[in-house]
């Protein structure tokens, strides 16, 4: 069998509403998302996709991920695509580094691989531990008010784990908003206070250690290293987001003893075959973990939820979903889906969701010759 086309499409997704994050400096309202479609030879075809959340979050954006795919079509057409391993060495090869831009294609290969074995993604990597994933919401920063009128919304769809988008400038606003939010929890939900490394260490070491928050504080700082360095400081639990690019910074992570915890998002890392061996890493040294992917619809939400559901529920504290923040929808009612705050995973063969074409549109590039 061998890989005979990669179809490329371009798609902007609008947000329902304007996003606001890293204390109010970043904001995101539409996102660049990407789909490969990979053909082969023998009429099995696989779909990724791979979406930055803007191109302010990470070093990622839309533009770099096609030009990058341009590149590494040529590596892997004329190839095996069972060869995941041996493929995923030739695009690192090809091209070190951009881990984003090759998820999608790593996705693809994925879906390929599980429709030839005729199982589901999450048997191929590990197993259901399970019958569905909790999903936590995404609150966007905002005032006390606002955000807590966001995770009230939340709370009526089901999510009993919040992700709340703090960090600023102004340490008493970031005080005024965790500890109203901490105020208004029930009983039964937990919050995860994320900074995307909005503060400085000073910032962080004031803000932690005057709220009453003892739960997971996430990415407070910009660097692994002033992660490492606030976390003497403070009593919360840190979890690592951003600054964990490749599995060399999750060794530097647990060598300094920088978390408790980390995300894994199979579009920041490369794909699932990367994201798999950062979540298997994970379990080995006990941290806890989100599984989840950075954005896109409900086709990058399964592939990473497949990994969720595979992920042994101790280590596999919730996960979100990108889609309900999208206006648009390549597959309704397909794939990962939230029920009242949890996610079962499609039973059909590989990933379960494929977009609709006739949404897709034309491509933006198709690439069938070898690389010369
Ligand atoms: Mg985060």
């Given at each position: 069998m061998k890989i005979s086309r990669i179809s490329v499409w371009r798609k902007t997704l609008p947000l329902r509403k304007p996003y606001w994050f890293s204390g109010g400096r970043l904001k995101v309202d539409s996102l660049d998302s990407t789909f490969v479609r990979i053909d082969t030879d023998e009429g099995v075809q696989g779909w990724g996709e791979g979406c930055p959340?803007?191109?302010?979050?990470?070093?990622?954006f839309g533009g770099g991920m096609r030009a990058a795919i341009e590149l590494l079509a040529g590596t892997l057409i004329g190839e095996d695509p069972r060869d995941i391993g041996r493929l995923n060495r030739a695009m690192d090869s090809c091209l070190p580094g951009h881990p984003y831009a090759k998820a999608p294609l790593d996705i693809a290969l994925w879906d390929i691989a599980g429709q030839l074995a005729k199982v589901p993604l999450f048997q191929l990597l590990g197993g259901a531990e399970g019958d569905s994933v909790p999903v936590n919401s995404s609150i966007s920063t905002g005032s006390p008010e606002e955000m807590i009128a966001l995770i009230e919304a939340a709370r009526a769809q089901g999510y009993r784990t919040h992700s709340a988008k703090v960090g600023g400038e102004d340490p008493d606003l970031d005080i005024a908003r965790i500890e109203a939010i901490e105020a208004a929890r029930a009983p039964e939900e937990f919050i995860t206070y994320d900074v995307n490394r909005a503060w400085t260490p000073d910032l962080a070491v004031t803000v932690m250690n005057s709220v009453s928050a003892r739960g997971w504080f996430e990415q407070p700082c910009e660097t692994l290293d002033q992660c490492t360095r606030l976390r003497r400081h403070v009593t919360q639990p840190i979890m690592l987001d951003e600054c964990l690019q490749d599995f060399q910074d999750h060794l530097t992570a647990w060598r300094e003893d920088a978390c408790e915890g980390v995300k894994v998002k199979p579009n920041r890392l490369g794909g699932l075959t990367k994201a798999r061996q950062a979540r298997d890493f994970g379990v080995a040294v006990g941290w806890r973990m989100h599984v989840e992917d950075v954005g896109g619809t409900v086709v990058a939400d399964t592939a990473a939820l497949h990994l969720a559901l595979s992920t042994p529920a101790e280590h596999c504290l919730a996960s979100w979903l990108c889609q309900a923040h999208l206006i648009d929808d390549p597959a309704p009612g397909k794939g990962a889906r939230n029920r009242a705050g949890l996610v079962a995973l499609p039973e059909e063969p590989g990933l379960g969701v494929a977009p609709d074409e006739a949404w897709l549109g034309e491509p933006f590039a198709i690439h069938e010759s070898p690389a010369p």
């Amino acid at each position: 069998m061998k890989i005979s086309r990669i179809s490329v499409w371009r798609k902007t997704l609008p947000l329902r509403k304007p996003y606001w994050f890293s204390g109010g400096r970043l904001k995101v309202d539409s996102l660049d998302s990407t789909f490969v479609r990979i053909d082969t030879d023998e009429g099995v075809q696989g779909w990724g996709e791979g979406c930055p959340w803007g191109h302010s979050y990470i070093p990622a954006f839309g533009g770099g991920m096609r030009a990058a795919i341009e590149l590494l079509a040529g590596t892997l057409i004329g190839e095996d695509p069972r060869d995941i391993g041996r493929l995923n060495r030739a695009m690192d090869s090809c091209l070190p580094g951009h881990p984003y831009a090759k998820a999608p294609l790593d996705i693809a290969l994925w879906d390929i691989a599980g429709q030839l074995a005729k199982v589901p993604l999450f048997q191929l990597l590990g197993g259901a531990e399970g019958d569905s994933v909790p999903v936590n919401s995404s609150i966007s920063t905002g005032s006390p008010e606002e955000m807590i009128a966001l995770i009230e919304a939340a709370r009526a769809q089901g999510y009993r784990t919040h992700s709340a988008k703090v960090g600023g400038e102004d340490p008493d606003l970031d005080i005024a908003r965790i500890e109203a939010i901490e105020a208004a929890r029930a009983p039964e939900e937990f919050i995860t206070y994320d900074v995307n490394r909005a503060w400085t260490p000073d910032l962080a070491v004031t803000v932690m250690n005057s709220v009453s928050a003892r739960g997971w504080f996430e990415q407070p700082c910009e660097t692994l290293d002033q992660c490492t360095r606030l976390r003497r400081h403070v009593t919360q639990p840190i979890m690592l987001d951003e600054c964990l690019q490749d599995f060399q910074d999750h060794l530097t992570a647990w060598r300094e003893d920088a978390c408790e915890g980390v995300k894994v998002k199979p579009n920041r890392l490369g794909g699932l075959t990367k994201a798999r061996q950062a979540r298997d890493f994970g379990v080995a040294v006990g941290w806890r973990m989100h599984v989840e992917d950075v954005g896109g619809t409900v086709v990058a939400d399964t592939a990473a939820l497949h990994l969720a559901l595979s992920t042994p529920a101790e280590h596999c504290l919730a996960s979100w979903l990108c889609q309900a923040h999208l206006i648009d929808d390549p597959a309704p009612g397909k794939g990962a889906r939230n029920r009242a705050g949890l996610v079962a995973l499609p039973e059909e063969p590989g990933l379960g969701v494929a977009p609709d074409e006739a949404w897709l549109g034309e491509p933006f590039a198709i690439h069938e010759s070898p690389a010369p």
